[in-house]
Nanobody
Framework: QVQLVESGGGLVQPGGSLRLSCAASGITFSIYAMNWYRQAPGKQRELVATITRDGFRNYVDFVKGRFTISRDNAKNTVYLQMNSLKAEDTAVYYC?????????WGKGTLVTVSS
């Protein structure tokens, strides 16, 4: 059974930092591209960051320079370090494992940026 379990969300003040984690089980983690998505209230889910199985990273413009995606294949875990958080970063953050036409999703972790 495939499981992706996100953790690390919470309430943080503007300008603060959080690190999200996503622990995967039931898949050969190292061969999957791993992605972080987010969905803000009333909005569609959107891609935030990608790390390929070779370690290539890509970010959407609105997080470049603030967020860093990384992976530890020995721990079957992908991370999202989020710095300089803004109110507009408030969303549920989802972990996604992607390989060819196969996608697995976690249940998400809520990040709230507010003073």
């Amino acid at each position: 059974q495939v499981q992706l379990v996100e953790s690390g969300g919470g309430l943080v003040q503007p300008g603060g930092s959080l690190r999200l984690s996503c622990a995967a089980s039931g898949i050969t983690f190292s061969i999957y591209a791993m992605n972080w998505y987010r969905q803000a209230p009333g909005k569609q889910r959107e891609l935030v960051a990608t790390i390929t199985r070779d370690g290539f990273r890509n970010y959407v413009d609105f997080v470049k320079g603030r967020f860093t995606i990384s992976r530890d294949n020995a721990k079957n875990t992908v991370y999202l370090q989020m710095n300089s958080l803004k109110a507009e970063d408030t969303a549920v953050y989802y972990c996604n494992a992607h390989l060819w036409s196969t996608d697995y999703w976690g249940k998400g972790t809520l990040v709230t940026v507010s003073s």
